[in-house]
């Protein structure tokens, strides 16, 4: 997305938005060659409590779907006869990768994952 007006007296607070829109639309997904590929979807959402990652993974079977998670990106591994699937994606924030929950069905792979407490406390001796 691109404006091409460059006398409007709000054009600094457009260009604001549209790079907002452009983090937004491509931030948090790191596409490989290998990936997922334009014809797969990927959304992250976020509350106080959870991260969800939904992805689309169409004509794959749920005992060909891996999953890692480190605590700062999640990686989905998946392969069907046609194509393989191996996406890191970079969280919006810690979770605790221990806490992880997956569904998938008819297609549709959810992964929820529990935000990391803050920081741990140090004790000074």
């Given at each position: 997305?691109?404006?091409?007006?460059?006398?409007?007296?709000?054009?600094?607070?457009?260009?604001?938005?549209?790079?907002?829109?452009?983090?937004?639309?491509?931030?948090?997904?790191?596409?490989?060659?290998?990936?997922?590929?334009?014809?797969?979807?990927?959304?992250?959402?976020?509350?106080?409590?959870?991260?969800?990652?939904?992805?689309?993974?169409?004509?794959?079977?749920?005992?060909?779907?891996g999953l890692t998670c480190d605590g700062?990106?999640?990686?989905?591994?998946?392969?069907?006869?046609?194509?393989?699937?191996?996406?890191?994606?970079?969280?919006?924030?810690?979770?605790?990768?221990?806490?992880?929950?997956?569904?998938?069905?008819?297609?549709?792979?959810?992964?929820?994952?529990?935000?990391?407490?803050?920081s741990a406390a140090i004790d000074v001796?």
């Amino acid at each position: 997305m691109r404006r091409d007006d460059r006398n409007d007296p709000f054009d600094d607070i457009f260009r604001e938005l549209e790079r907002m829109m452009n983090d937004v639309m491509g931030g948090g997904v790191e596409i490989n060659d290998a990936g997922f590929g334009s014809d797969t979807h990927v959304d992250i959402y976020e509350t106080d409590e959870e991260i969800r990652v939904i992805a689309d993974l169409p004509g794959v079977e749920k005992g060909d779907i891996g999953l890692t998670c480190d605590g700062k990106s999640l990686t989905i591994s998946a392969a069907n006869d046609h194509r393989e699937y191996d996406e890191r994606i970079a969280l919006p924030g810690q979770v605790d990768e221990h806490s992880a929950r997956a569904t998938y069905n008819n297609g549709v792979l959810e992964v929820m994952l529990s935000r990391a407490d803050g920081s741990a406390a140090i004790d000074v001796d």
